[in-house]
């Protein structure tokens, strides 16, 4: 009897410990958050990912377990290749940073990543801190979707394009004379019709594993996975094998990221390998590895038999800094514009004030706004006269997040000038825009929806302007709200205004937030903007915007 109760008392006690083990579920980062690059220092992950046309760019992340992370740093405060990244003369939309890879070698962080559309040139910025400053080091020529390896024996390598091995420089200002440039592999049957790009490369047990995203078009539920090549040797030959390949929930498949772990042990290795959502734009999955004859196969259920399954819910990870449902707050969040402007020789964000969630659209015009004009508010001056607001200077943005969100802000409007509009949008190629236009002497508040259309230099030709609803105000002090609906089949906006900041007031209808890899190329964006139509000289204040996801 003594026996059968310690028995059951041993098994409560492993139920108990395996109920308190955090869990978490997928999306780890609901938000856009794409082509992932991480890697681990100590007992710390660090990761970069994608921004375009937004900046400061490169945002670097950290967490503790692959799950739960925050925002500490951004590698570049502007890119200067051109007006277009002024929105003169054509946009960057869609183009800019592209595909980083973040390395830690010899005490310090590396970044590497490619800027697309003309020049057309690379970036390599490095930091003894991932948290900054960044320094660039070397303009190395484009290749596409590169990963940076550093091997052992000191020679540097760049994996890019589908399969194709580069040999660099030491110093990484592009590739070295004489060193290797070749194509590892041809593709098969199987991925021939397909694409592989997103490279990232790791080195396990003295092999090299090069992880791929195969997009392959028109065969459904199998558009989007992740493969993988493996050799004894960097220069091959390379064997290939799928290591994920799954729906999950109503988006498809999921592909292009990495795999991070100890080189010498197959134990605590993780995935983070993204997916495209629609609206919401691409959101990393966090998974277990686990290492069967010596592939790194992704996500649960994973047997020689089967090839695994996306985590879907209440994944164990051995952290006590996980939740079950991963939060988005070190990446989205509200702000009150209160900060001041600290340490003139650090980050952007430091030197202005700004909260790190926030990125400007191209490259800000920094005179034209400010955080200490009047103590507690943005202030958004007019830069330059425009005719809409893809080419607007100085619109600031966030991510948006799923499955619901809200933001709003307070907006004082007694300075605008004749022609001006300010306010919030959900911003992409095709943007809902709940705006205040002065008319004279008069402000009226109005619900748009906007369609940009592109032409060359992705400069944009015009755009298509539906007014959906118009509300003439008296008052100067407006309360501006949208909410996106990114559950499935959904993707909608929704906006409401207030006019003492209790009473809300519905306006309009749903308006469509399409991810559209033509334009923008990214997941919609909350969007607080002020340009001028007609003369340069009014501004508006911003007192706060606060941010809820629900």
């Not at 004859?293 to 985590?311: A, I, K, N, Q, Y």
Request: charged content about 25%; hydrophobic content about 35%; overall charge neutral.
């Amino acid at each position: 009897m003594r026996k059968l109760f310690l028995s059951c008392l041993m098994a409560l006690g492993v139920v108990a410990t395996a109920l308190a083990q955090p869990t978490f579920r997928n999306p780890v980062i609901n938000a856009d958050v794409p082509d992932i690059s991480v890697c681990k220092v100590a007992d710390t992950y660090y990761m970069v990912s994608t921004t375009m046309h937004l900046m400061p760019g490169a945002p670097i992340m950290k967490s503790k377990d692959m799950v739960n992370w925050e925002i500490i740093s951004y590698v570049f405060d502007r890119i200067d290749d051109g007006d277009r990244y002024n929105l003169i003369g054509g946009t960057a939309y869609g183009q800019g940073q592209w595909a980083s890879s973040i390395r830690y070698h010899m005490g310090k962080f590396y970044v590497w990543f490619t800027a697309n559309g003309a020049p057309g040139k690379g970036f390599v910025y490095s930091a003894d801190r991932a948290e900054g400053p960044w320094h660039l080091v070397a303009r190395p020529p484009h290749m596409h979707d590169g990963s940076l390896f550093f091997d052992e024996d000191g020679r540097v390598y760049m994996f890019c394009e589908t399969g194709r091995l580069i040999e660099l420089r030491p110093d990484l200002t592009g590739k070295l004379d004489g060193g290797i440039d070749k194509k590892l592999f041809e593709l098969d049957d199987e991925e021939r019709g397909a694409l592989l790009e997103g490279s990232s490369v790791f080195k396990h047990n003295g092999k090299y594993y090069l992880c791929m995203i195969s997009m392959k078009w028109g065969v459904p539920g199998r558009y989007r996975r992740e493969v993988c090549y493996r050799a004894d040797n960097i220069e091959g030959p390379y064997e290939k094998k799928v290591i994920l390949e799954s729906p999950f929930e109503t988006y498809g498949g999921v592909g292009q990221g990495c795999l991070v772990g100890d080189e010498q042990s197959d134990k605590g290795w993780m995935a983070l390998i993204f997916q495209d959502r629609g609206g919401v734009g691409r959101v990393p999955c966090a998974m277990p590895v686990t290492w069967i004859d010596g592939w790194p196969m992704c996500g649960e259920r994973v047997t020689p038999e089967h090839e695994g399954e996306v985590t879907k819910a209440d994944f164990r990870v051995p952290s006590d800094l996980s939740k079950k449902h991963p939060s988005v707050n070190g990446v989205i969040g509200s702000d009150e514009f209160d900060r001041q402007p600290v340490n003139p020789d650090g980050a952007y964000h430091a030197r202005m004030g700004l909260k790190l969630y926030w990125q400007w659209n191209h490259n800000p015009v920094d005179e034209a706004w400010s955080l200490t004009e009047r103590p507690g508010y943005l202030r958004l001056k007019t830069a330059r006269v425009v005719d809409n607001l893809n080419v607007a200077p100085n619109t600031l943005t966030q991510r948006m997040a799923g499955p619901e969100c809200t933001g709003s802000i307070s907006v004082d409007a007694s300075k605008m000038k004749d022609g001006d509009i300010c306010g919030l949008a959900a911003l992409n190629g095709d943007s809902g825009v709940l705006r205040l236009v002065k008319r004279g002497s008069k402000l009226v508040l109005q619900l748009t929806e906007e369609k940009a259309k592109f032409g060359r230099n992705k400069s944009v030709d015009r755009v298509d302007v539906e007014v959906i609803e118009e509300v003439p105000l008296k008052k100067k002090v407006v309360y501006l709200r949208l909410h996106g609906d990114f559950n499935p089949r959904r993707d909608k906006a929704s906006f409401s205004y207030s006019l003492d900041g209790n009473e809300w007031i519905s306006i309009g209808r749903e308006i469509a937030m399409n991810f559209d890899y033509q334009r923008h190329f990214m997941g919609s964006k909350f969007a607080i903007f002020n340009y001028a139509t007609k003369q340069t000289g009014g501004y508006v204040d911003v007192d706060w915007f606060h941010f809820v996801n629900e």
